[in-house]
């Protein structure tokens, strides 16, 4: 599914944001990349997203080298991937309904698809009696739930949950991530970015930790990682 050979991320001369990672993710896992600020967590999403070039070495997507896409294929590739982003970045002046469906109409989806779609997908995150309701109605809980509709409605093999639990209380993170797990049971492959070990500690997935940019942990077990001096 992604697969990251020997790649570095070099931002001006010598700034190294990533160094020689090597990294295989399955389709179909679910996996919590962790590190503190500044171990290269950002970085890693971006080169994934197209949205920084590698400096060195590869990255592949479902067999596809990421350094071969052109600009022009780019909102495609894209569409292949669903993003949860802390911040949650819905557009106000739309309706829980219309957030959704707005990234069902970027890819050009016909309206009938889109009225049967956007319902089934407002109630996997419990928010079918939001439809109408705006975002300024909305706990913070609420908007995230409506940013994981937005991200899975066009069915993506790929969910990038950056720092999902960033801005929401502890009852919710735990909701998000059963939403996630939920939404991978289903063979999504889930990508979880987080500086929240508590989190971690709760749920029984791989976890990959940075530091410094490198890997400095790659294990299922998050004992180890928990022990471990890590300031977020």
């Known amino acids: 599914m992604i697969e990251i050979n020997k790649v570095c991320k070099i931002y001006g001369k010598d700034i190294v944001a990533l160094d020689k990672i090597n990294l295989c993710i399955k389709e179909g896992e679910f996996v919590f990349i962790v590190g503190a600020s500044g171990s290269g967590k950002s970085t890693l999403l971006k080169l994934v997203l197209k949205e920084e070039e590698i400096s060195s070495g590869s990255i592949f997507v479902s067999g596809r080298n990421l350094s071969g896409i052109k600009k022009r294929d780019l909102p495609y590739y894209r569409r292949t991937i669903g993003v949860v982003f802390q911040d949650f970045r819905l557009i106000e002046k739309m309706t829980v309904f219309e957030n959704v469906a707005f990234a069902m109409r970027v890819v050009g989806a016909a309206e009938r698809n889109i009225k049967r779609r956007v319902p089934y997908v407002l109630s996997l995150v419990s928010l079918e009696d939001k439809a109408k309701r705006f975002p300024c109605e909305l706990s913070g809980g609420e908007k995230q739930r409506v940013g994981l509709a937005r991200a899975i409605v066009n069915n993506p093999k790929v969910i990038i949950a950056d720092e999902p639990t960033g801005n ?32 971690v500690e709760r749920f029984p997935f791989r976890v990959i930790e940075l530091s410094h940019g490198k890997i400095r942990g790659d294990s299922k077990d998050v004992t180890t990682l928990a022990s471990e001096s890590f300031v977020s």
């Not at 502890?170 to 289903?186: A, F, G, K, P, T």
């Open 168 to 199: 929401i209380d502890v009852s919710m993170s735990y909701e998000i991530v059963d939403l996630l797990s939920e939404i991978n049971r289903r063979r999504t492959t889930v990508i979880v970015v987080t500086h929240d070990l508590t989190i």
